[in-house]
């Protein structure tokens, strides 16, 4: 499946109308589904239904029950792959995830609705302490990550050079993942923030890159509670937003120790938490 397509549009400007045409980003569901050993026998589970941009579907699937702690290593997945549901005329549409014999998935924290919009990854949870997954990388040694502030102004071209998506539809969030010395690792897009950012970290699990303690990751909009609690699953400690953190992504990063910038843009931005990660370069004195 395309990840946008062409359609007409009635464009108006200044009393005037011009037929045209958009391109617009496309949006379809996505059904995870997860088969394990209980019993002695394999067993298939519904876990979502996701409204997102088709494309590194498996990379989002892996992601998804990687943040949600429903497994905490890749070595726990035996495949990952398409299959046909009754319900849906497309096969891309629903992915299975097997886990390996030995795996025993933590399906504790799922209770959440089937269905969950392109927009909220957490619609439906049951509480908020459900979404509060253990950060499986908490309290770990190592944590060197440390970064030049002049280093994060670099970072919003650096993401719309790479969102060639967005760059024609105007319309998808992205995340991007950089090392310390500003070079671009993966970038992943789709018109859900949660999905942009499971794609990443699933494609980082399926190339053995997890924890990514040593990078950092910017999003393409807000940080959201959800979003950092995903970042936290991957050992990420630097986040960087374009946008406004919520006061629940600011709380959640304070308590994991994450260093959490938002509204960087505009050569400028603001330090939430841990700012003992950023070096101040020796000519500022102020934001």
């Known amino acids: 499946m395309n990840a946008s397509i062409q359609l007409p549009v009635l464009k108006v400007k200044d009393d005037l109308q011009i037929s045209s045409v958009d391109t617009i980003p496309v949006e379809e569901p996505l059904e995870i589904r997860l088969a394990y050993y209980d019993g002695g026998v394999y067993t298939s589970r519904n876990l979502a239904v996701t409204m997102r941009t088709p ?4 990379e989002l699937a892996s992601g998804f029950i990687f943040t949600e702690g429903i497994i905490s290593h890749f070595n726990e997945i035996e495949k990952s792959e398409y299959v046909f549901a009754a319900c849906s ?3 891309q549409n629903v992915i299975q995830i097997t886990l390996d014999k030995t795996a025993v998935p933590n399906l504790s924290n799922t209770e959440r609705n089937f269905y969950t919009t392109s927009s909220c990854g957490v619609c439906g949870k ?5 979404i509060r997954t253990a950060n499986i990388f908490s309290g770990k040694s190592g944590d ?3 970064v030049n502030s002049n280093f994060f102004l670099q970072l919003p071209n650096r993401l ?8 024609d539809t105007g319309g998808l969030h992205a995340s991007a993942l950089f090392n ?3 070079r671009m690792l993966f970038v992943r897009e789709d018109v859900g923030r949660h999905n942009a950012l499971d794609k990443l970290i699933g494609a980082c699990l399926i190339d053995h890159k997890i924890p990514l303690n040593n990078s950092v990751l910017l999003l393409s909009g807000r940080a959201s509670f959800e979003l950092v609690q995903k970042a936290a699953m991957a050992g990420i400690t630097i986040i960087a937003a374009i946008g406004a953190p919520s006061s629940l992504a600011v709380s959640l990063a304070e308590e994991f120790g994450i260093t959490l910038v938002g509204f960087l843009r505009d050569n400028r931005f ?5 700012d003992y990660r950023i070096k101040m370069s020796s000519h500022e004195n102020s934001y």
């Open 55 to 58: 494309g590194n579907d498996i």
């Open 270 to 274: 603001n330090i939430y938490s841990a």
């Open 180 to 182: 310390q010395d500003g």
């Open 160 to 167: 719309i050079d790479q969102q060639k998506i967005f760059a």
């Open 144 to 146: 060197k990550n440390t």
């Open 89 to 91: 005329e497309n096969k």
């Open 126 to 130: 049951a509480s908020i302490n459900a």
